[in-house]
């Protein structure tokens, strides 16, 4: 029995589509909270979403900054994304 990260997040382009994923639904989360939850709890909410979206935005950035240095071809999101739609 192996442990390690699962077989299909081996791949660069995966594992920044899954960061995207995440960091659409952090923004999704901090839209919803300023729109729809009152006072300063709808503040604190869309601060902490608005926070965490960063944190993944800089997550992702040293992600890919990583995979340059190790000279794997990357051509951005929106390819890997048109790439699984093909």
Not at 30 to 48: K, P, R, T
């Amino acid at each position: 029995m192996a442990i390690g990260p699962p077989k299909t997040l081996a791949d660069f382009g995966t594992r920044s589509i899954v960061t995207h994923a995440i960091m659409i639904l952090g923004f999704i989360g901090a839209v919803a909270s300023a729109l729809f939850v009152e006072g300063d709890v709808g503040m604190v909410s869309f601060v902490a979403f608005v926070n965490f979206t960063s944190g993944m935005w800089i997550c992702q950035s040293i992600h890919s900054l990583g995979n340059t240095a190790a000279g794997v071809e990357y051509d951005g999101v929106l390819n890997e994304v048109l790439q699984y739609v093909r």
